[in-house]
């Protein structure tokens, strides 16, 4: 009986993958990268925050930011995305890249992915 809750809990996390990765396929026909507007893709795990800049056309990563990198005194989701944020903003804007298009990545835009996307914004970035 235990073994047919655990398989059943396999099954939710299993679709929810599969879930994020087709929402994520259907912003990704619809939102590119290119070398003037680059692509800003947003990735979170369950410990760590990724960010960065692509440019989809050449397929190079210009700018990478990412939570497991950083030195964050804070500890927590929020405080690390607002870090990530501010982190990747710099190495843009240090590039000379200001406009992005944001790809949130298939997740919902509240949390952690919407303070990524506003530190950004507050760090000099336009999207």
């Known amino acids: 009986m235990i073994w047919d809750l655990v398989k059943i809990m396999l099954d939710k996390s299993k679709e929810k993958r599969i879930n994020r990765e087709k929402r994520h396929r259907r912003i990704r026909a619809k939102v590119s990268g290119t070398k003037k ?15 960065q800049i692509i440019d989809d056309e050449n397929g ?4 990478y930011s990412s939570s497991k990198d950083l030195k ?17 903003a710099k ?19 509240t949390g952690a992915i919407k303070i990524v996307a506003d ?9």
Not at 37 to 51: G, T
Not at 60 to 63: E, G, P, Q, W
Not at 72 to 87: H, L
Not at 119 to 127: E, V
């Open 119 to 127: 530190s950004a914004r507050k760090g000099g970035l336009i999207f």
């Open 72 to 88: 964050i005194k804070e500890k927590g989701k929020i405080a690390a995305a607002n870090a990530v944020g501010k982190d990747i």
């Open 37 to 51: 507007c680059p692509r800003l893709s947003v990735f979170r795990s369950n410990y760590y925050i990724y960010a």
């Open 91 to 109: 190495k843009a804007v240090e590039k000379k890249i200001s406009n992005v298009v944001f790809d949130r990545g298939g997740y919902i835009y």
């Open 60 to 63: 190079n990563t210009l700018a």
